[in-house]
């Protein structure tokens, strides 16, 4: 799962952030220990292996500044869109394919219409959600950030 769902998601997130000229961003998927590797001004954290509470846990975390409400929107929004394309992606791949594949790319679809939306609604998160336990989700802080209470 992360590395199918949670890395692409924040990876949206970062390269949006970069387009914008953010530097430098820090993408962590996963608990600690996690494995470090950077790529000019992106700089990924991730442990592709994790216990259930972490299996869906991943941030981006960005120094620089973001000059405008809709910049930092569309930051926000990049990482629930990269989520709803994998899902068209999955699911056509689910649809191509038989046996086990089907069911494995179903099921990553399955997950990926999940994450979209519990990433897309403006929720804060509950107890249910372990690392992300009273944080807000990115349709929130989209709402936020466009000025909205």
Same mark, same amino acid.
Not at 56 to 73: D, K, N
Not at 118 to 123: F, Q, R
């Given at each position: 799962?992360?590395? @199918?769902?949670?890395?692409?998601?924040?990876?949206?997130?970062?390269?949006? $952030?970069?387009?914008?000229?953010?530097?430098?961003?820090?993408?962590?998927?996963?608990?600690?220990?996690?494995?470090?590797?950077?790529?000019? $001004?992106?700089?990924?954290?991730?442990? $592709?292996?994790?216990?259930? #509470?972490?299996?869906?846990?991943?941030?981006?975390?960005?120094?620089?500044?973001?000059?405008?409400?809709? #910049? #930092?929107?569309?930051?926000?929004?990049?990482?629930?869109?990269?989520?709803? @394309?994998?899902?068209?992606?999955?699911?056509? $791949?689910?649809?191509?394919?038989?046996?086990?594949?089907?069911?494995?790319?179903?099921?990553?679809?399955?997950?990926?219409?999940?994450?979209?939306?519990?990433?897309?609604?403006?929720?804060?998160?509950?107890?249910?959600?372990?690392?992300?336990?009273?944080?807000?989700?990115?349709?929130?802080?989209?709402?936020?950030?466009?000025?909205?209470?």
């Amino acid at each position: 799962m992360p590395l @199918l769902l949670v890395l692409p998601h924040e990876l949206g997130h970062a390269l949006v $952030a970069l387009a914008f000229g953010v530097r430098p961003v820090d993408v962590y998927v996963g608990a600690e220990p996690r494995r470090d590797l950077s790529l000019g $001004a992106l700089r990924m954290h991730v442990r $592709a292996l994790n216990g259930w #509470r972490w299996l869906w846990y991943g941030t981006v975390q960005a120094e620089g500044e973001v000059a405008s409400r809709r #910049r #930092r929107a569309a930051i926000l929004a990049a990482g629930p869109l990269t989520t709803l @394309l994998l899902v068209v992606a999955y699911s056509a $791949a689910g649809t191509a394919t038989g046996g086990f594949l089907r069911w494995f790319w179903w099921f990553l679809a399955l997950g990926g219409v999940w994450a979209f939306a519990v990433t897309a609604l403006p929720i804060r998160y509950g107890r249910f959600f372990g690392p992300y336990a009273g944080r807000a989700s990115d349709g929130y802080r989209i709402r936020e950030a466009l000025g909205g209470s």
